[in-house]
């Protein structure tokens, strides 16, 4: 249990602390963000379900140009700033008044995080091969599962007090979140300098 939560490589290390808290932020959007999107905002549930839609299409796009520009400028740069814009995206839905802004963010939300989402599969494609490759990828798999249901409960309290400051409070955490899953990623290639020629 300590190699899956806190492995020893340093690469799996990062990987490993930025998909739990990219997870506990996942578990705390998907629980309460509906509620949030209609009962604060203010929106229609077609209105979300159509913005969340075009914001799918635009993530299709994003983990295409994520892997990209993985290839290109280093896939070790590309998860850290889309890791970074994502977090942001997620706490500008705080601020979200009306359908159009809505939308605008939930396309830079969804996009960031798929692009992001590429260039980590670009990552551990590159550093790892063979059995470490399929062993990082399934403690990955644990550690996802785990946090998200973690952050489902956490959530639960916004549920619980059930007020417009509740739920505004859970999307800032899952912001929050997703800036420190970050971290880990940032400072990446200075702890390991051989990532990022392994990246290019």
């Given at each position: ?5 806190f492995p020893r490589d ?82 500008a839905y705080t601020l ?105």
């Open positions: 249990m300590i190699e899956t939560f340093r690469v799996a290390r990062a990987l490993t602390l930025s998909t739990a808290a990219h997870s506990l932020s996942s578990g705390v959007f998907y629980t309460v963000s509906a509620l949030y999107f209609t009962r604060v905002i203010g929106l229609e549930a077609t209105t979300v379900g159509l913005g969340l839609g075009v914001a799918g299409g635009v993530g299709v796009v994003a983990s295409y140009a994520g892997g990209w520009l993985s290839d290109r400028v280093g896939a070790h740069h590309v998860q850290s700033w889309a890791m970074t814009l994502n977090g942001l995206a997620m706490l979200a008044a009306d359908a159009v802004v809505f939308v605008l963010v939930a396309c830079v939300a969804v996009g960031a995080r798929s692009a992001q989402g590429s260039a980590k599969q670009a990552i551990i494609a590159r550093w790892y091969v063979g059995p470490d490759r399929v062993a990082l990828r399934a403690r990955m798999r644990v550690v996802t599962n785990v946090c998200i249901g973690l952050g489902t409960v956490t959530a639960a309290a916004a549920l619980v007090i059930d007020t417009a400051a509740a739920y505004r409070t859970a999307m800032l955490t899952a912001g929050v979140l997703l800036l420190v899953a970050a971290v880990p990623v940032v400072r990446l290639p200075h702890a390991v300098p051989a990532l990022a020629a392994a990246m290019l």
